[in-house]
């Protein structure tokens, strides 16, 4: 059917549209609704006389006015059609006495979303509801104009407000609605500076599982987190507390209350002082401990003690803790537990204490360089080295200490008398020698290993070491 002859046929037939508004119907204000009303008068070709009885009427959707050679094909509209939108819909009515009818477009056919690249114009066509298909009539609203076919669908009411919702407007000020930018993230010009509630809670709902958490950054990826398993916060990088730190309740099992009379190390100063890269905390199940080789220097603490026996040319070197020279390594695994410095004040004696929670023992090795003097000659061979340890446990399956000592070359020295599976309630010492021909050379070093072993929150403390030598 060409454009030409719909024009002539649709003179033929004429829909006087007195009315006619692509209005929506009456529903709540807060909901578009997905209908619109076509309202018209049918009237002779003369507009004089009302046309009565029942007529078919087809609704179309259409990208551009102007109505192509191959829009409609055999009274069939071409849904192959490049302009047609997608919708059509026939409803049949027979006008009043008067020629007036009203349809509510969308009762046959959903309408679809309106999009406005696509939705502009609306096609009417009419015909006797008894003719066949192709004799359909177009409604030509300007047949003296060939490039206006269709009507356009304008505003109404509804139309009008199709940039807000619920009376809110599309834009970036107060009161405003955003829209999400690529990416589904809100514009920065969006995003507000602030709020005033005093809270603000992440997963209200409650439906998290495994954790919720607070992340900094895409590729930054730093991550503040509830773990609702173990019930503690992870933070998956370094801490900087500039002002002061309140613990109540405890760490890594122990009351922090009842930490007053320990000696603590601070590493944060003076002789003491690292780098944060020397010294990597890490937690496990709530469980600390040092990742790194971590070396201090001890200052003003216990100095070393000298004493010269009475009509004796032996010497006894006693190291008392903390130990001069002294360092702190892991092995590499079953390292999980807590390292620290305590006293006992009714013994006089500071010491190393060991401590682990876990069910399997963890062990940790603090390493002594012990310089010997220049006037060194040799050891007191039957007691050379004496070692002052204490446990909580009497059994070595809960705690014990391990003594290794290595020589000047860095050699492991093969030990005579008790010194792996130290363990006992109360302060004891072992008298360890040793066999074979290790070297000590005079004014070098050399080098002892004490692995303390932990578990089920069971100590092993370990306290001054006495070197006996010529």
């Known amino acids: 059917m060409e454009k030409r002859k719909l024009k002539i046929i649709s003179t033929v037939l004429m829909a006087l549209i007195v009315s006619m508004s692509l209005a929506t119907s009456a529903y709540a204000v807060t909901t578009t609704p997905q209908k619109m009303i076509y309202e018209g008068r049918l009237l002779n070709n003369l507009g004089t006389t009302p046309l009565t009885g029942s007529h078919d009427f087809r609704f179309s959707f259409w990208s551009v006015s102007p109505i192509g050679a191959g829009d409609v094909a055999g009274g069939v509209i071409n849904a192959l059609s490049p302009t047609y939108s997608g919708w059509q819909e026939v409803q049949a009515v027979a ?20 999009d406005s690249t696509k939705h502009l114009y609306l096609q009417v066509e009419i015909k006797k509801t008894v003719d066949p298909l192709t004799s359909y009539e177009i409604l030509d609203r300007a047949p003296s104009d060939p490039a206006s076919d269709r009507s356009p669908i304008g505003s109404v009411p509804y139309a009008t407000n199709a940039d807000y919702i619920d009376n809110a ?3 970036t000020s107060a009161g405003n609605i955003v829209v999400l930018d690529a990416g589904d993230v809100w514009p920065i010009s969006t995003v507000p500076g602030g709020t005033n509630s005093d809270n603000f809670v992440i997963d209200d709902n409650d439906d998290a599982i495994g954790s919720v958490g607070l992340q900094f950054g895409n590729a930054l990826g730093k991550i503040l987190s509830w773990d609702m398993l173990n019930g503690y916060f992870n933070f998956n990088d370094n801490v900087n507390i500039q002002g002061d730190l309140t613990i109540s309740g405890t760490v890594d099992g122990v009351d922090v209350s009842s930490l007053a009379s320990t000696i603590n190390l601070h590493l944060d100063g003076g002789a003491n002082k690292h780098d944060a890269s020397e010294i990597d905390v890490e937690a496990i199940d709530g469980h600390y401990y040092s990742a790194g080789y971590v070396e201090t220097a001890i200052d003003d603490i216990d100095e070393q003690l000298f004493s010269l026996a009475a009509a004796s040319s032996n010497l006894k070197k006693i190291i008392p803790s903390l130990y001069d020279g002294v360092s702190y390594k892991p092995d590499g695994t079953n390292n999980v537990g807590r ?4 006293s006992d004040i009714a013994n006089g004696r500071n010491f190393y204490v060991w401590q682990s929670t876990p069910n399997a023992l963890q062990d940790y090795d603090v390493i002594v360089q012990v310089p010997l003097p220049t006037n060194f000659t040799g050891w007191n061979w039957a007691t050379p080295w004496e070692f002052t340890y204490r446990s909580d446990s009497a059994s070595s399956l809960d705690n014990k200490a391990d003594i290794y000592i290595y020589d ?8 005579t008398g008790t010194s792996t599976n130290l363990a006992g309630t109360s302060w004891s010492s072992t008298s360890i020698g040793y066999g074979g021909a290790p070297t000590f050379t005079a004014g070098e070093t050399f080098m002892i290993v004490i692995r303390l072993h932990s578990r089920n929150s069971n100590e092993m403390d370990i306290g001054e070491i006495s070197l006996n030598f010529n």
């Open 95 to 114: 006008p009043n006495a008067d020629g007036f009818f009203s349809f509510e477009l969308g009762t046959v056919t959903p309408i679809p979303q309106i």
């Open 339 to 342: 390292l620290f410095i305590d």
């Open 169 to 171: 407007e599309l834009g």
């Open 408 to 415: 000047s070359n860095g050699a492991a020295v093969t030990l």
